[in-house]
């Protein structure tokens, strides 16, 4: 049950076995069921040797190769196509290699056919010559394209370029992982195709850095974030500093979850344009491979367990309540069992169950067991809460699995900064049919909705932890809230009081979503209800419409995809902004307005009224077709799992996106009007 130091399989410095893939689950990568955390330096590039490659010569490659090993890392860098005996040589150093393909995107590359064909026939065949090989970890399809270039084109062409890019790759490997290295300059392509998000960072200052790491988890949403590139000129710095600043980069980027690290670079050797870079030295050894400080920085991180140690380790208490939960409860305490953090423990309350849930939990011996009536959510969770004796009391629920390192990423959150609470993403995990695919991306999910990149206005229920004392001053859930609701009024109440709720990117839980259309539509019922209670408890904070007015943007849900209005991007002169600055529309009521209730209800009188009176009956189907295009629109976005993302997929979609806030809404008004029927009239003293 405790098992801190997870080490993954393809340790650093032993050959690479065959069939040993590296796979993506969420915000990781993972061989087999192993977390794999990506370690490297960039290599490269270089003078072309005896052998006609852009890489030293056999004997240098395999002494820095050994002491790349040495140092810990478990991946390369490569800024060309690597040939066949350096990628065995790296297999045999257990060293995997991410794999640049360079081709000309200093010029305007998309003015001409010619050289867009030349492009995508050069990513075709690097990808050709390394598919396959136990060193491939995954190729680049590009680097850092200029800001100049992509104002000269536009972003939008720019990125479809990319993405098609990444299509020729993926068409070569199938298999193969796919990513772009993107950099600040060009932050707002927003590319999100990718099997995992690449970014080059160069910032110095420790708190900038960590600031900016935030904002990249939130752009990457739910894929692993590789700082593919960030190092220090020691000519310029000192090898001393450079060894301080990478020290403070790597703390960070490992406790902020990064899936990967890539230093720039392993040695001071480097060339391009044909010439020998003199007036800089990055490297962690010199060009004749002695050691700099930083190697025994850099050995130091990569050598210890990830993520790394906490300072100290508060008690957790995991609360989880289950109701009638037997399809995912062993899921659930099976994934608890494996947490990596030395000081939990794990209560559950049956909430008056009558299938399986008893019976499953019972065969967890490590779990406290409490059973009782059925009473609701909130009763629930407050009955947990009471039994707890941690500092913090985290709660997920039945039909969750947790990552391995949740609690290190919420406790991580709690120590670095004060606050009340903490919360993380809820992703959904592969589905093996079509329907519940569908429902895994259709809108009203259980999701965060973020007031800056660190600071969250509402954390799902199924990933909320509290500093107990704090959770105990507000007493508690509202017991008025048996299904849903709790986590908006606690979130809210939170906020009332003054604290701040933090949010952690990395500590991740897996959702099992509704697997049938009836549940998802029963699920928006209660939702709607929910709705309703809440607003009785926090009316200031909805609209004229009865639904919540959130201030924050909310993440992983596809009204983002319907929100008329795109980010401002401020990009500097000409362009040149070392850093963009994107100025989030606020959500409007139109953005979502055709998706309504009171919208189509209005559709329905002036069709059929226009069809009696014969006046005008296109206006009320203009309106429907604007629904059908926001739907339509919104489906066709939606990220299906590709085993199922087809035209019946997208119909499905569609149909979800249209019935979901309509079932919402008349479960919201339904609930309101009893609420209202139950107030006391006012009396007035007779005169």
Known sequence: MLN??????????????????????????FIR??????????????????????????????????????????????????PDWLLDLAAIYGLRLLIGIPWSQHIAFLDSSAVKAEIRNCIAQGVKVCRGHAATFAYLVGNEISPDIVRWHGAKPVRAFIKELMAVAKSSDPEGLVSYANYPCTEYLNIDFTDFSCFNVYLHREQDFRRYLS?????????????SEFGVDSMGEGTQVQAEILSQK???????????????????????????????????????????????????????????????????????????????????????????????????????????????????????????????LSVARNVGM????????????????????????????????????????????????????????????????????EVAEHIAGCNMAFRREILEEINGFNPIFRTAGDDVDICWRLQ????????????????????????????????????????????????????????????????????????????GVFGRGLFQTLYEPSSSLISYLPLTLEWNIAALILFVS????????????????????WCVAGAIQARIDSRFAKKRARLLVALLIYLGPLVRSIERYKWRIKELKKAEPIKFDEL
């Open 386 to 453: 009471a039994a707890a004796t941690g500092e913090i009391v985290a709660y997920t629920d039945s039909d969750c699995m947790v990552d391995p390192d949740w609690l290190t990423y919420l406790v991580a959150k709690f120590l670095s900064s004060d606050v009340g609470a903490v919360g993380g993403p809820n992703l959904s995990p592969p589905e093996d049919s079509l329907v519940p695919a569908c429902v895994a991306v259709s809108p009203g999910v259980p999701t965060h909705i973020l007031l800056s990149d």
């Open 496 to 571: 009332d009081k003054g604290y701040t709720i933090g949010f952690s990117p990395t500590a991740i839980v897996w959702h099992f979503r509704r697997n049938t259309v009836a549940a998802y539509l029963k699920q928006q019922q209660g939702y709607g209800k929910a709705e309703a209670l809440v607003y009785f408890k926090h009316p200031y904070r909805f609209n004229l419409l009865g639904q919540p007015s959130w201030l924050g943007r909310i993440y992983g849900d596809l009204s983002t995809f319907l929100r008329i209005g795109q980010p401002i991007i401020y990009s």
């Open 610 to 629: 226009a069809l009696l009176s014969g006046h005008r009956p296109w206006f009320g189907a203009a309106m429907f077709l604007i629904s059908f295009t």
């Open 215 to 227: 904002r990249l988890h939130n752009l990457t949403e739910d894929k692993p974030l590789v700082l």
């Open 33 to 82: 069921e192993k977390k794999f955390f990506l370690k490297g330096v960039s290599y490269g590039p270089f003078s072309i040797g005896s052998h006609g490659e852009s890489f030293p010569e056999k004997s240098v490659v395999e002494k820095d190769f050994a002491m790349i090993a040495e140092m810990g890392a478990n991946c390369l860098r490569t800024y060309t196509v690597p």
């Open 250 to 376: 790597l703390s960070s980027s490992f406790e902020m979850g990064a899936a990967g690290t890539i230093i720039f670079s392993w040695t001071d050797e480097w060339f391009t344009g044909g010439y020998a870079i003199q007036d800089w030295a990055f490297g962690l050894v010199d060009a004749e491979r002695l050691k700099k400080p930083a190697f025994q920085t850099v050995q130091e991180y990569y050598t210890a367990p990830l993520p790394p140690a906490l300072p100290e380790y508060p008690k957790v208490s995991v609360v989880v309540c289950a109701y009638n939960a037997e399809r995912t409860m062993d899921s659930c305490l099976a994934s608890l069992k494996e947490v990596n953090y030395p000081n939990y423990e794990v209560i559950v309350v049956n909430d008056g169950s009558r299938d399986r849930t008893l019976e499953i939990t019972q065969r967890y011996d490590y779990v406290r067991l409490i059973n009782q009536e059925n009473k609701g």
């Open 4 to 29: 801190l130091t997870s080490t993954p399989s393809g340790f650093c410095g032993e050959p690479l076995a065959k069939g040993e893939v590296v796979t993506v689950k969420g915000k990781f990568f």
